[in-house]
């Protein structure tokens, strides 16, 4: 017979005829817990109140039957094994309790070593059910343990690509001087766009990349047209034009850059088509791109130049609105207004906090021509 003491195995006898309970009672009421009920409803509402490890049932009974019962025992305890026990004039009827769940059946009258011997092979099905169980539940548990080492693993792998290419935009940042910070400003604005847009978490991602290193082509540029402080020759913005495609090349093969090089390749597209360098329009823009756009836009407008001053929020507005369907997309300029105005100041805020800590941090950071930290103007 099974290991399981009497204390831990319960069993539940369910017959009509006193009889064959008290046979079956004084049979296995030795080795294990035994309660007998006269009905199905009682033996139900016994499950319902504690825990039974294997049920012992007639099939015909008054009332609920045997076999209409077998559906709610896997219900209100999906463990417990069941018995059935059927005359000789029903064995169709312990078949049907086989296919409806029942673990194996007795014919009346009883064998008692036929009695104990299926007693024991329930019972022993059982623990191999909880063990089965068991190892699922441990097994969920050690994958989704795993996942969540994986994901922390992943998380500080992106962090460290975060931290690395971070560094890399403000060494590229230091051959411009107009744009110091710019980097960080746009990215923080994109985010917070693409948020209110809808954005799903891969896009965000390629979205924050695409920001942070979307002048990254401009490595390619020559000093004497990036830092050239007069006004540029045709030619030269020939040159200045081709640096989306040289940061698209730059990030080419690293795949988890993939999103992020979209934006790159096309941040100087726009909406209707005259964008460069490939003259895309509307939707064939990708969407990231899109975003960015209208964020770098609003950073360029009221943030301060060598030759400008920054312009005011409104300002910014009125120029979005204007060039909407043309150089920005219609949709994306929709949610721009749908984010508060307090938003956008507080993430420029954040975003001077930032440089001045850097600033404190890499003496000689500031901008190269005035000495100061690039300002934003919401005036």
């Known amino acids: 017979m099974s290991q399981q003491t009497s204390e831990m195995v319960r069993i539940l006898i369910v017959d009509d005829e006193y009889e064959i309970r008290q046979l079956l009672l004084a049979l296995l009421g030795e080795q294990f817990d035994c309660e007998d009920s006269a009905t199905a409803e009682e033996a139900l509402d016994r499950l319902r109140k504690s825990e039974f490890e294997l049920v012992i049932s007639d099939i015909t009974m008054p009332g609920m039957s045997g076999l209409d019962m077998i559906p709610h025992v896997k219900s209100i305890s999906p463990d417990t ?25 007795l014919m009346k009258p009883f064998d008692l070593r036929q009695v104990e011997a299926v007693v024991k092979r329930a019972l022993e099905h059982r623990e191999l059910i909880v063990a089965k169980q068991r190892y699922e539940n441990h097994l969920e548990e050690l994958v989704d343990q795993r996942t969540a080492e994986l994901d922390r693993a992943l998380d500080s792998l992106e962090n460290a690509y975060r931290s690395t ?194 600033e404190q941090q890499t003496p000689g950071w500031s901008n190269p021509r005035t000495g100061e930290l690039p300002q934003l103007s919401f005036a």
């Open 81 to 105: 094994v069941v018995v059935m026990i059927s005359g000789m004039q029903t064995v169709e009827s312990a078949i049907g309790a086989l296919r409806l769940g029942a673990f194996d059946y």
């Open 165 to 358: 290419l971070k560094a890399l935009t403000a060494a590229l940042e230091t051959r411009d001087s107009e744009t110091h910070g710019h980097s960080e400003r746009v990215v923080s604005y994109s985010l917070r766009l693409g948020r209110e847009y809808g954005l799903s978490r891969e896009e965000m991602k390629s979205l924050e990349f695409g920001s942070l290193l979307h002048d990254i082509g401009k490595i390619g540029v020559p000093d004497s047209i990036l830092r050239k402080p007069a006004k540029l020759t045709e030619e030269e913005w020939v040159r200045m034009r081709e640096h989306p495609m040289h940061g698209q090349q730059i990030l080419r093969g690293i795949e988890f850059l993939q999103g992020a090089a979209r934006v790159v390749a096309q941040h100087h597209e726009k909406w209707d088509g005259s964008g460069y360098p490939l003259g895309l329009r509307e939707e064939d823009i990708d969407v990231c791109a899109r975003i960015f756009s209208v964020a770098d836009a609003f950073d360029a407008i009221t943030s301060d130049r060598v030759y400008r001053q920054g312009k005011s929020y409104e300002a910014a507005v009125a120029e979005l609105d204007e060039w909407a369907g043309r150089q920005f997309d219609p949709q994306v300029v929709k949610a721009f207004h749908r984010v508060p105005r307090e938003d956008w100041a507080e993430l420029r805020e954040e975003s001077n906090k930032n440089l001045a800590l850097l």
